[in-house]
Nanobody
């Protein structure tokens, strides 16, 4: 089955940048939409960004528009989330998941274990 692995998290100061990666070693991600989500302590999981499989169209939560960029490199079977101008409110565990297309969060499955992003001075 799909076994997603996230990496690239860490501790950065406000205004800093990180690039997260989402990969799978057993299955190709080419035909899936890939979504990035985040969950902070005491808060529900929220969608951050998604990239469609069929046309590469991207979607972003209003809170990250202009700061985050989702992209994919099919040759590397990897989806990236470039995060710039990070804010303390971005602190969360970031997870990726797959779906047939970008849509309702309930349609996503095969969640990775997540990577911690901490933004603090």
């Amino acid at each position: 089955q799909v076994q997603l692995v996230e990496s690239g998290g860490g501790l950065v100061q406000p205004g800093g940048s990180l690039r997260l990666s989402c990969t799978d070693s057993a299955f190709t991600l080419d035909f899936y939409a890939i979504g990035w989500f985040r969950q902070a302590p005491g808060k529900e999981r929220e969608g951050v960004a998604c990239i469609s499989s069929k046309d590469g169209i991207t979607h972003y939560a209003d809170s990250v528009k202009g700061r985050f960029t989702i992209s994919r490199d099919n040759a590397k079977n990897t989806v990236y989330l470039q995060m710039n101008s990070l804010k303390p409110e971005d602190t969360a565990v970031y997870l990726c998941a797959v779906d047939d297309d970008c849509g309702a969060e309930g349609g996503f499955h095969s969640w990775g274990q997540g990577t911690q992003v901490s933004v603090s001075s």
